[in-house]
């Protein structure tokens, strides 16, 4: 059974920075698109970055290019790294990965993570 896990979340003030971690067992994931979504209260759940293994990358321009996603195949490891947070960078943030290089949408990720808080304060 492959699993998710992500940590990192927490309560920061603006302008602060956060480093999230998604950590993959019983699979590698080699060969996997690996992606954060979130969703905040009220809200729609969103992609905000996604790393095939190709070496493809994508940011939502929510982010403005202050979050960077990396990943540790020896580790299984994936990294969101979100500096300069925002308040409206408050949400539940989820790890997710893909079989597909290019996932068409969320549906097409296979796993998910249960989600990790960040709140940004203002």
């Known amino acids: 059974q492959v699993q998710l896990v992500e940590s990192g979340g927490g309560l920061v003030q603006a302008g602060g920075s956060l480093r999230l971690s998604c950590a993959v067992s019983g699979r590698t994931f080699i060969g996997y698109t690996m992606a954060w979504f979130r969703q905040a209260p009220g809200k729609e759940r969103e992609l905000v970055a996604r790393?095939?293994?190709?070496?493809?990358?994508y940011y939502a321009d929510s982010v403005n290019g202050r979050f960077t996603i990396s990943r540790d195949n020896a580790k299984n490891t994936v990294y969101l790294q979100m500096n300069s947070l925002k308040p409206e960078d408050t949400a539940d943030y989820y790890c997710a990965a893909a079989s597909s290089v290019r996932p068409p949408s969320s549906d097409a990720y296979n796993y998910w993570g249960q989600g990790t808080q960040v709140t940004v304060s203002s």
């Open positions: 790393n095939s293994w190709t070496g493809s990358t």
